[in-house]
RNA sequence: AGCGGGGUGGGGUAGCCUGGAGUGCCCGUCGGGCUCAUAACCCGAAGAUCAGUGGUUCAAAUCCACUCCCCACUACCA
């Protein structure tokens, strides 16, 4: 079996938040990092995602053109993802011309099998900022409720539906103007058509989450609409038609094909390179993303790859992440609440965070990041239980041992410890096989607890034990592969310490052996601790710095 | 309003699909131990009407119905 993984492509106005990187980019790359170390065939493909309104929106904002702003944030998003250690196989951008290509290629294709109509529609134009304008970027008073500003989709204050052509006072919320109603062409693709076959498919993934599956499900139930997937703007893939004009695909449906793109692009271009993992049955296709994503990846994208009929694989997996609060509330950039990576990668080292984010990873229902458990999760966990049972394991040797593995003679209680490090492999793996990334991070860390009361248990301060530091030096091996999918940069320094040769991500999902008689580096800890009010303060201070 | 998820000792989280003693894990609190280690580590204890009500069952955190509360989504923000 191999595997695709991809996550759900940043959208590139912005620097992302630890939410976005704890969303899917994180775990993606956390599972990819298992299956290789698991020995199995996989590749993690993403890219920056680039068009749609709000790119024009900051591009203006910026002064710059959408390339330009495109081209800065790939930038910047790139060189932040390398600094959190992910490793995605190939990260494109899908204003490459080849991803332009295909998508051309899905809408004719989806055409000319009838899947996709045309329609005229009103919808209110901006005339200042001379943009059609999605309805979210209108808002007025609710005709039921007198509610000001309700948004051109949906009133806050009593949360009926809304069309923007009932609101009071319409403005636009780009430039203030009262816009006006104008027909425009568009395309719908025809959902309505894959109900059942998206019902069947949907029903018989039962290994998904039930957030996710029953999301999906009952948006089939309650009747799919013809969704539109073009759009009046000038930024974006042109709408391949003589009649469209000024019209362009609509970045949720272009998106997604840019796995497809991003793909054909590590085998450079070549098609059928990429088909190996997008069309063989033996591929499991892996989607991350986080739950505002569901419906698109659960029902419209396999609509697209059902309706062109070109042999393509269904999604075998989807994870849809619940959100990671701050503080208890939505990271907001209007509002600066929350932490950039850019910040984050300033204040510490991103395992850390990595750490951290798993160790809370919004499964099943929403999470919250704070400084207070942020502190927790390095202080008590990564540092106390996992980092000092390494170091003292490790020092020890150093000062009685003369820094040398020495020969032990095993016991029953160090036969047991050498199981539960196999029993840990295998239960990890387990738990990274059902797609929980959290419990396997969590039975690492009972491993480490277990070597600390060994330890105490041994007692090989009071009498000479050689056969405790062999096997406290198995322990450390141990952890050291276990973590790596987890905390690469840190693992591979451990790795290091153990005088093991090369990559510890280039080992296998199982228990290393550091023979008797090795010659260990000498120890430095692995990690410190962090003082949260401190964290809070350093941030306030770099935020301070930039103005 | 509708749809989806969630409510489990003080905090967090797993268990629920496939019912079997309130079981696990991380933290906090209290008491004890250890002194190799970054004031780290280990042991023990206290602490819960499993949101509420009703039902099914020999048996319910788990299945069913209703109610309350929290989060998100609702198709043209991406």
Redesign the pocket.
Known sequence: MKYLVTSALP?VNNVPHLGNLAGSILPADVYTRYRRLNGDKVIYICGT?E????ITISAKNERLSPRLLCDKYHGIQTDLFERFHIKFDNFSRTTRKPHYELTTQFFEKLLANGHIIEKV?T?PYDQKAEL??????VEGTCPHCGYSPAR???CDGC?K?LLPEELKNIKSTISGETPIFKKTT?WFLD?PKFSDRLKGWLESQTHWR??VR??AL??VK????Q??IT?DLDWGVPVPLPQAAGKVI???FD?PIGYISSTRELYGGDASKADEWWKSKDTQLIHFLG???V??HA?VWPSMLLGVDEGYNLPHYIEGY??LKFNGK?FSKSLNHGIWLDEAAALYPADYWRYTLIS?LP?????DFSWQEFG?RVN??L???I???V??SL??IQ?KFGGKVPEPELDDAAKEMLKSIDATFEEAGKLFEAFDL??AL?SV??LA?KG??Y???Q?P??KDNPTALYVSVQLDAALSVLLSPFIPASSQRLWQTLSQKGSVSSTSWSAPKVAAGTNLQKPR?????INPKEAAERLASLRGKRG
């Open positions: 959208y995602d068009h749609g309104t709000p529609m919808m059609f304008l999605p309805d979210r970027y051109g989709d949906q949360g539906l568009h959902l039930p957030n029953n999301f009952s948006w309650h009747g799919l609409k969704r539109a759009r609509y970045v949720w998106a739950k505002d994503n419906p698109f029902i619940e959100y939505k809370i499964q099943t229902k929403d999470a927790k008590d966990e540092n106390d239980a980092g000092n049972f170091h003292r020092t020890f000062s959290k419990g969590n860390l009972r607890k600390n009361q330890f105490n248990e007692a301060w009071k800890p692995l990690f410190s601790k």
